[in-house]
């Protein structure tokens, strides 16, 4: 199977001489950097001068990993602001902001009947937070004259609908397309949006679906690397080279699709 992951997923790593350049002395405030690709980048962007700002609900991870660390629930409003008036506060702006936080549920509909709070959890980790904290830094990062906003997206936003994944895929597409919204007017500022949009990378949030083992995938860390280049080249988006044609097609394939469980 190494050879499949090879082919959908290559390792593409980042020169850290170019990433250094890009990254030296700025201030990156990086989310759900606790675990998985978190864990990973904030470690590769510390090495790269970055002062990196870790947020995160697990504080003593966060610890381990850096010096700057806020607690971050991003289901909660009051949470958010304050850790957003204590980044303005500390360090008067941020350069860059990398909403990698996340939360996915896999659950079919019928069984999800009495779980209004998986979409509410979903919405609130992977859209409304994020939402509200980039509210919070627009201002500054307007006056200090652009930056960088950075969506950890799923190709699943650019695909045809999976079943089980709607609370995840529809609250990873509403900041997506959020985000897509803000390009045109924030452009002007001098502020970049880069949607990343990785397929499956092995941490602790695909671990719950046994059949994704041993599909092809990234690790944490050549994940990290994905985004290390969103950060050097500043790109609109990055995706898998197949996600292109698998998004053009998607209106032939949407109805052929829903006949199939997975
Ligand atoms: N793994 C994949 O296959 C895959 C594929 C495509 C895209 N992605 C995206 O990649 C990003 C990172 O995922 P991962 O695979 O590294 O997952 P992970 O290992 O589960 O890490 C998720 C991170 O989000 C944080 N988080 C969760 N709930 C939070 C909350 N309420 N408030 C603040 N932070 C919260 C977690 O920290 P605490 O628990 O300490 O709060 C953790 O640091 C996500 O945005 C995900 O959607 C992942």
Known sequence: MSWLSRLLAPPLCADPALLRRALEGKTVLLTGASYGIGAALAVRLRQAGARVLLAARSLEQLQALGSHVYALDLRDSASVDQ?????????????????????????PLLKALDRPHDFERCMGVNYLGPVRLQLALLPSMIARGGGQIVNVSSVGVRMPPVAQWAAYLASKSAFDHWLGAAVPELRGYGIACTSVYLGLVHTRMSAPTKQYASLPGLSADEAACVLCRALIRRPRSLQPWWLAPVHWLSPVLERPLEWFRF
């Open 83 to 107: 850790v957003a008036a204590a980044v303005l506060r500390d360090h008067g702006s941020v350069d860059v902001v990398i909403h990698n936080a996340g939360k996915s549920i896999r659950r």
